[in-house]
Nanobody, 125 residues
Framework: QPQLMESGGGSVQAGGSLRLSCTRSGFTYSDDYIAWFRQAPGKEREGVAVLYKGGISTAYADSVKGRFTITEDNDAKNTVYLQMSSLKPEDTAMYYC?????????????????WGQGTQVTVTS
């Protein structure tokens, strides 16, 4: 059974950094897209960053460009990271990783079938 598990969330002051991890297991293929999404209370889930095939291609939401970086573990190949820097209070949300093979570098939640349980990120001012 394909599974995704996030870790690394927490509370940080504005301007600080966090690194989230997404570990995947049970997938029989590796040529898929791994994306990070976030959802704040009362808001829709939004795509943050997506990676394809070992980081050959990536895409970011405008709101995080230059601050967030998505990468794949060079050794394990089953872990994808989201390095978040210069964090702002508006980055506060539950962060989810998701996987699918359908749409090229999509940041639309509807294009993903597999989801983790999420990890909370809170940025205080």
């Amino acid at each position: 059974q394909p599974q995704l598990m996030e870790s690394g969330g927490g509370s940080v002051q504005a301007g600080g950094s966090l690194r989230l991890s997404c570990t995947r297991s049970g997938f029989t293929y590796s040529d898929d897209y791994i994306a990070w999404f976030r959802q704040a209370p009362g808001k829709e889930r939004e795509g943050v960053a997506v990676l394809y095939k070992g980081g050959i291609s990536t895409a970011y939401a405008d709101s995080v460009k230059g601050r967030f970086t998505i990468t794949e573990d060079n050794d394990a190949k089953n872990t994808v990271y989201l390095q978040m820097s210069s964090l702002k209070p508006e980055d506060t949300a539950m962060y989810y990783c998701a996987a699918d093979r359908r749409r090229w570098l999509s940041l639309a939640p509807g294009d993903y079938d597999y989801w983790g349980q999420g990890t909370q990120v809170t940025v205080t001012s």
